[in-house]
């Protein structure tokens, strides 16, 4: 791997490389302070600590009891960070999630006016929990929170203090009382993350941890003025012509109609990945590359995170859900049809 120290003529100033490292150290505290409380999981880590350098939401999907709430909310305690869980049910109103506006009477001048009372999406970690148990319409109610971090109330405009992330977990199992996400929403996911069963040896240790008494105390190391600092730190790493139309190119052959897409595309997607897929990957994959040590993003950055980036933009239609044929298999599919660019950094 290329060292720190070789590339610092690509970020544009030393304060630059003074912040990438003092990132880069981030992520090892916010790892080691992980392992205190979540066992193994390598992949799903990586991926949500990417979405936080880089400021995007993840959905996170997963069988129950695997951990989901627990990694978020032990996130927002490294980072020292407000936490909000909302559990989403049938009966949620939109306005339990971004507040309301109450009659309220003045304790000093005994007059009365409307107050604005913030609902839990206030926070600077929200996690959705469940999110396909309630209906569209309250799920609507987190699109102009997660792309514009603000909330409209009687037409006014409340912003969002930064950084503000939404983590959303949904089950997989089809079960009664679920409302899918339209693909609008979906689109709003830097990621969707999938977690899985632990090894036997990883069980086992979850096991241990969890059935004896605390040892460790969860400690913040990396503060939220820092988080905002490394996302504009993000923005500024040069990727290059050739990285970005590799990342477009798997894009476009994700989409049905579009004639460099695979005979498996063509077959078995109904729509694919839209034009903020590619946006959302190269972002990541900034930050993926100062995470490791690198200042330019490379081929490899783009291979890494592409699944996650894709996984819940490309809509499978009926054939491919006959066939249980997956997006991750689509997705590998892809990886081999389109040709790494010739061109290097």
């Known amino acids: 791997m290329t060292t720190l120290s070789a590339e610092r003529s690509t970020l544009e100033s030393q304060d630059d490389v003074a912040l990438a490292e003092r990132l880069r150290a981030g992520r090892d505290a916010i ?41 978020v909310s032990t996130l927002a305690r490294v980072l020292d960070l407000s936490f909000s869980r909302i559990q989403f049910t049938p009966d949620l109103m939109p306005s339990d999630i971004t507040g309301t506006e109450i009659l309220q009477v003045d304790a000093v001048s005994g007059q009365r006016a409307m107050s604005f009372v913030p609902g839990p999406i206030f926070a600077n970690v929200v996690l959705a929990d469940e999110i396909n148990r309630t209906p ?55 990621f969707e993350i999938v977690v899985d069963y632990l090894s036997e040896d990883d069980e086992v240790a979850v096991v241990r941890q969890t059935t004896a008494a605390p040892t460790h105390r969860l400690r913040p190391v990396v503060t939220a003025e820092e988080l905002v600092a490394f996302h504009a730190l993000v923005r500024r790493v040069p990727v290059s012509d050739a990285v970005a139309r590799y990342a477009v190119a798997l894009a476009r052959a994700s989409r049905p109609s579009s004639p460099n897409a695979p005979d498996e595309v063509k077959r078995f997607v109904a729509f694919g990945a839209s034009v903020r897929a590619p946006q959302q990957l190269i972002l990541a994959c900034k930050a993926r590359a100062l995470m490791h040590g690198r200042y330019h993003v490379g081929f490899e950055d783009v291979r890494a995170l592409v699944r996650p980036a894709l996984r819940h933009r490309v809509i499978l239609n009926f054939h491919a859900q006959s ?23």
């Open 31 to 71: 790892v080691a302070e992980l392992r205190h409380r979540i066992v193994g999981q390598d992949a799903v880590i990586e991926q949500a600590l990417v979405a936080l350098f880089s400021g995007g939401n993840c959905l996170i999907v997963g069988v129950p009891g695997l951990a989901k709430t627990l990694l």
């Open 136 to 190: 569209p319409k309250t799920q609507a109610a987190l699109l102009e929170v997660m792309q514009e971090h603000r909330v409209t109330v009687q037409g006014k405009s409340y912003p969002l203090d930064p950084p503000f992330f939404v983590f959303a977990t949904q089950n997989p199992i089809e079960l009664e009382g679920t409302y899918p996400l339209p693909e609008a929403q979906l689109d709003r996911f830097m």
């Open 323 to 345: 066939e249980r044929v997956t997006v991750d298999q689509l997705v590998d599919r892809l990886l081999q049809a389109v040709p790494v660019p010739s061109a290097r950094m």
